[in-house]
């Protein structure tokens, strides 16, 4: 194997990787070699020539995103060994051989020490996506891994990496290699069941089409939070996309469910997974609405409302609209809630860190001018594992709210 490139920092720089921190920023970098390409693997180094970190290079703020704080070679036995170790974590927290839940998230990027990889398990079809040049050049090598760890019960693996991956002119520059192969397709397999359960609930998934890898998985156990407050109530599902929360909801012996979102292509699924669960017998309807203004002319008709908008900030330039957003879409919901409702509301915006968020929703109930309480704090699963040196990582914040 040709000599691994190395990256020298800057003096004083090397402390965030001594604490395991998996980032090297463009601006601590001293010296990279003139040749060097986007996903090309390196060793990173401190000004004194002292070892840090093995990681993928790419041009951009983020320019090293380290996958190991051991000099190793990055072959075919790393990449199994790492997808090896992320499979017996999921064993040991019960979500590999689990009756009721066949869906789950098997990599989480840095919680899993594989920066800018995902990889979601949906019943025998197994999810790709890549976030950096370097995992999207070794996706093969992952494919070849998993069928080693689920043996017969790995039906198919799909590569979504294109949306995440973009094409030039977006924020990740893709060299022009990489642009003209990158599409979405099955690297094994040629697609299988779409039907998944979680906690006994059936979703009708697509990973082709959908947003994401096809499901919000990191929402699983607060979707099972809502049925523990649902039953009875007159319960809003805001930003419903594919029903999740509205399932839970009705199955938990709700009143009466409506789901809001302001795209058809979501109302379908929703619609879909409410007759995969009960058929025509389920006292819901779907709206196609902005939420915005739904809950301006209606929130005042619910019980209890989820409120789990799409990131309103993926880069720090837009953080203090999306602070802003949040403050008005939840004084809205706090206003208009009947008395003694109950609001679980989320932000996905990593920028956003749960300090802000939680200003934004004091804000908000200092504008809907009503007694509110907080009930719970809420983050994303076990599957969703946060690395203790690496905290932004949590991205899902949310809170249960007790509003008088």
Wanted: with cysteine; proline share 3%; glycine share 8%.
């Amino acid at each position: 194997m040709n000599e691994i490139p190395k990256i020298i920092l800057n003096s004083g720089k090397e402390e965030s990787p001594k604490r395991f921190h998996p980032w090297i920023f463009s601006g601590a970098v001293k010296k990279a070699p003139e040749n060097i390409k986007n996903g090309d693997v390196v060793e990173v180094y401190s000004s004194k020539d002292a070892y840090l970190g093995t990681g993928h290079y790419q041009k951009g703020s983020i320019m090293v995103r380290l996958f190991s704080f051991n000099k190793i070679v990055p072959d075919v036995a790393f990449w199994k060994a790492k997808i090896q170790n992320a499979y017996n974590y999921r064993q040991s927290i019960g979500l590999t051989n689990n009756a009721n839940t066949n869906v789950y998230r098997l990599v989480y990027g840095e919680g899993d020490g594989l920066p800018g990889l995902i990889i979601d398990f949906y019943n025998g079809t197994v999810v790709i996506q890549t976030h950096s040049i370097g995992m999207y050049r070794e996706r093969h090598l992952f494919v070849e891994a998993l069928k080693e760890i689920y043996g017969d019960k790995l039906k198919s693996v799909y590569d979504k990496s294109k949306e995440s991956l973009g094409v030039s002119g977006t924020k990740i520059p893709v060299d022009s290699e990489i642009e003209s192969e990158l599409k979405n397709g099955y690297l094994f397999g040629t697609g299988s069941e779409k039907e998944v359960l979680e906690n006994g609930h059936k979703f009708s998934i697509d990973w082709e089409e959908g947003q994401k890898t096809g499901f919000f998985i990191d929402q699983r156990e607060n979707r099972k939070l809502v049925a523990q407050y649902a039953p009875n109530k007159k319960v809003l599902d805001c930003f419903c996309y594919a029903g999740g929360f509205s399932v839970y909801a009705l199955k938990a012996g709700a009143a009466e469910v409506h789901s809001v979102d302001s795209s058809k292509a979501a109302i379908k699924l929703t619609d879909n997974n409410i007759n995969l669960n009960f058929g025509g017998a389920a006292n819901h309807t779907s709206h196609v609405a902005d939420a915005f203004d739904f809950l301006g002319k209606n929130a005042s008709e619910y019980d209890m409302m989820i409120i789990d908008p799409p990131a309103f900030a993926k880069h720090r330039d837009a953080r203090h609209q999306a602070v802003m957003g949040y403050r008005r879409l939840n004084a809205l919901a706090i206003k208009g809630i009947k008395p003694g409702g109950i609001i679980f509301t989320f932000s996905c915006s990593q920028v956003v860190d749960k300090y802000l968020f939680h200003g934004a929703i004091t804000a908000a109930a200092i504008d809907a001018g009503r007694n509110v309480r907080i009930v719970k704090y809420l983050s994303h699963p076990a599957d969703h594992p946060i690395s203790i040196y690496h905290p932004e990582g949590e991205y899902l914040k949310g809170m249960i709210l007790f509003v008088e």
